[in-house]
């Protein structure tokens, strides 16, 4: 008996654990029932937003479709009834998240149309592929004589400068400044806009309300190609930042998304149009990082995931004693990375690793293999 004692004393030990550990919080799901939510789509008429579109009308919700495009909005619309969604249950919106005319449009609709509204996506991006000096017309080449009074390997070649410039033309400047100002409006601009319109009514109208910001890795990681993308993603995702640390207390459930490449057609836009872009996806530079590649799928799955957290704090270790003390409770992350290497990179990024292993696997996923 004495030598089996023990034994059992082990054998126990999950079986306390599990009487022992605090129940979760219940899900923000059994608070807005899915059949009920009230959803509203910035950027419902390609990628993500169609796909998030199709998601709740398979589960019943009521749908404001919002984005530039009214003939790409009406084919979405269209397939959400085809996937279970009631024609009354669908608003659709043509309007442009720069316009403060037309946001304030989209609010009255769905205020008249529901009182209200629980969760907020904010979608609308553009991107932006191309190298910063390649858009200015100047060239970043390896030199093997003339080298630069540095003597680096790597030197700037212009043709479109004229005979003896060490710069790009004005024409260079102004194709550089179009595209910032364009890529600008929508993902900073277009951030700040949505974020200020809609959030009051957002905070006032629902039992749960939830806000969702569908920011890029590439907002806390450098990478080549992505310069002015980049930049544009960075500051929208710190204006929500900011605006979720100034509002804490609202009710309100902040929430960003950092996914790495989608497997979507995203990169093929333009600043100006629905193609013309480089998507590295299409392009036969594919190395070892093609493995971290999302699906659409994927991405969906995960955004709702977050969503449906309860937005109040749980326990850390959801054991006594330290499930009784309130500073050892947290609520849900506000800023998600997928794939998991990436939120990894971000932090290691300003550390030898991330010179010496992150920076040249960027080089190596882009197409700049060689360079320093």
């Not at 500051?235 to 979720?244: F, I, P």
């Not at 990169?267 to 590295?280: A, C, V, Y």
């Not at 947290?330 to 690793?353: E, F, N």
Request: glycine share 6%; aromatic share 6%; hydrophobic share 40%.
């Amino acid at each position: 008996m004495s030598v089996a004692s023990p034994l059992w004393a082990l054998l126990a030990i999950p079986v306390l654990l599990r009487l022992l550990k605090s129940k979760p919080l219940p899900s923000r799901e059994t608070v807005v029932l899915l059949h009920e939510e009230r959803v509203v789509l910035l950027g419902a008429s390609s990628g993500v937003g169609r796909d998030l579109a199709h998601a709740y009308a398979k589960r019943g919700a009521r749908i404001c479709l919002v984005a530039r495009r009214s003939d790409a909005l009406e084919r979405v619309k269209a397939e959400c009834i085809a996937l279970g969604a009631k024609e009354e249950n669908l608003l659709v919106v043509p309007a442009d998240v720069t316009s403060t005319d037309d946001l304030v449009k989209v609010r009255e609709v769905v205020e008249k149309a529901w009182s209200g509204l629980d969760t907020l996506h904010i979608l609308a991006g553009l991107p932006s592929t191309s190298m910063l000096m390649d858009l200015a017309g100047v060239s970043l080449n390896k030199q093997d004589a003339n080298k630069p009074p540095s003597g680096a390997p790597l030197s700037f070649s212009n043709s479109a400068g004229g005979e003896g410039s060490a710069g790009p033309s004005k024409a260079g400047l102004d194709k550089v400044a179009f595209e910032a100002r364009a890529v600008s409006e929508v993902n900073y601009v277009g951030t700040i806009l949505a974020l200020t319109c809609f959030l009051p009514l957002l905070a006032s109208t629902s039992k749960s309300p939830a806000l969702h910001h569908l920011s890029s890795v590439a907002a806390t990681v450098p990478a080549p190609h992505r310069v002015i993308y980049a930049a544009t993603k960075s500051a929208g995702l710190m204006a929500v930042e900011s605006c979720r640390v100034e509002c804490e207390g609202c009710g309100v459930r902040f929430f960003s998304f950092c996914p790495g490449t989608i497997d979507n057609e995203f990169r093929l836009k333009t600043s100006t149009s629905q193609s013309g872009g480089r998507d590295e996806t299409k392009l036969p530079i594919k190395h070892k990082w093609e493995k971290l590649l999302l699906t659409p799928q994927k991405v969906i799955d995960i955004i709702l995931y977050n969503l449906s957290l309860s937005p109040k704090p749980q326990p850390l270790i959801p054991y006594p004693p330290f499930s009784w003390i309130k500073s050892f409770s947290v609520p849900p992350k506000h800023l998600v990375h997928a794939p998991w290497q990436y939120r990894l990179a971000m932090m290691v990024r300003d550390t030898p690793i991330g010179w010496a292993y992150i920076e040249p696997g960027a080089r190596r996923k882009y197409g700049l293999i060689g360079r320093p």
